[in-house]
């Protein structure tokens, strides 16, 4: 009996069994935290949720990389699709992704924007003049702090941020270019789509009313309900403010784009043409530049491509463009003498072409109309 009472503890379990359950469970809890790990290890670290998804870009307020500016806040964010990329000069896997980025920015007109992560200035822009700048613009995060409250884990990370100023995305690790043409492109799109509140019906003249339709230009669409100009101020040549009332009675092509924006440059030379051809009392072409920082990079691109019928106009806070809801470049707007936003266009066309004539010389001969009777009736009252 008392051989029996020594080989068992107080709850009846062999003390040989209990001491086998003691040898193995170490070895049970070493297996699975080693699971546990290779399971962990064996993620994709991109796929690392954000808690910023679905909430407002932090606020963000970063002087320039020294020759690359203007700075960026994040209310520059807002009004438009944009993409905020995580940098730095000693970055291995950014070196590899910087390419596809001054892609993206140059074929497709995406903004970007690139925040340097503990980065020297100096080694910054060094970094960016020896590789391109896709930037729109940029921000030195010196001390790291910023990369804390967009919650970044290491760099490169991008983030897509919708035209309220909302994340929509994030990419931890190097943008590859499955995902620009299967999550960025998609994304920007229907970011741009959704939030036009002036959904728009293809084909239906607005200020014509049953009038004839015109030839209709690839991705050009008219306002069910058009919309009026702002009375936003914007810069000209000079540096003085202008507003779209100073162009009262006249039909207006109005153009969003950037020097930096490359299907912006190509299509620039057919607007110049357009302008040459119809400008005038009836017609004015707009091109609204959102270069930050002064005018010198517009008047060298206009000189580059030999443009001498476009005048100089500059939105370099982006206000004019959040204002009429731009959230890609290039953007143009068709306005007819009442100063009503008819019809728009996101993307590239030929502006002197038979198609955008057919579009655009209807409000022209509106605004005559318009300016002959109101010459008329100012006669008769004399």
């Known amino acids: 009996m008392s051989d029996s009472t020594d080989t068992t503890d107080q709850g009846g379990i062999p003390h040989a069994a209990l001491r086998r359950l003691l040898f193995v469970l170490p070895v049970l809890a070493f297996l699975v935290l080693a699971v546990a790990l290779a399971i962990g290890l064996g993620r994709d670290p991109s796929l690392v949720p954000s808690p910023l998804i679905g909430k407002p870009a932090p606020a963000t307020a970063l002087e320039p990389v020294p020759g690359f500016g203007p700075g960026f806040s994040n209310a520059d964010f ?19 992704e910087h390419p596809l980025l001054v892609r993206l920015a140059e074929e497709e007109g995406v903004a ?13 822009a060094g970094w960016l003049a020896d590789f391109g700048n896709p930037y729109a613009a940029t921000g030195l995060d ?13 760099v490169p990370e991008t983030f897509l941020v919708g035209p309220d100023g909302t994340i929509v995305w994030k990419k931890i690790g190097p943008v590859t270019p499955e995902e620009v043409t299967q999550e960025i492109l998609p994304r920007v799109a ?4 959704s939030d036009v509140a002036t959904t728009t019906t293809e084909g239906q003249v607005a200020t014509g009313g049953d009038a004839e339709e015109p030839a209709m230009l690839p991705n050009l669409s008219w306002l069910d309900e058009p919309v009026p100009l702002p009375d936003t101020p914007f810069l000209l040549a000079d540096g003085r403010t202008a507003t779209f009332a100073d162009f009262q009675g006249k039909a207006i092509v109005l153009n969003f784009w950037a020097t930096w924006c490359l299907p912006c ?3 620039m030379p057919s607007l110049d043409r357009l302008a040459a051809a119809h400008g005038g009392e009836d017609l004015v072409v707009i091109p609204m530049s959102l270069d930050r920082g002064d005018a010198a990079p517009i008047l060298a691109f206009y000189e580059e491509i030999g443009a ?13 463009s959040r204002e009429l809801k731009v959230f890609g470049l290039p953007t143009t707007l068709l306005v007819d003498y009442r100063g009503l936003v008819v019809a728009q266009l996101v993307g590239t066309a030929e502006w002197d072409s038979r198609a955008a004539l ?9 605004a005559r109309v318009a300016r002959a009777g109101g010459a008329q009736q100012a006669q008769g009252g004399d």
């Open 78 to 96: 807002e009004g438009w699709v944009s993409l905020v990329n995580v940098f730095a000069s000693w970055c291995v896997s950014c070196r590899d």
């Open 142 to 154: 010196l001390d790291g702090r910023a990369a804390i409250d967009w919650g970044v884990y290491g």
């Open 308 to 320: 001498r019928n476009l005048a100089l106009f500059h939105d370099p806070d982006m206000a004019l």
């Open 190 to 193: 229907s970011l741009a789509v």
């Open 112 to 124: 970007i924007y690139g925040l340097a992560y503990k980065d020297a200035p100096e080694d910054a």
């Open 358 to 366: 057919d579009a655009i010389l209807p409000l022209a001969e509106e």
């Open 265 to 267: 440059r190509e299509e």
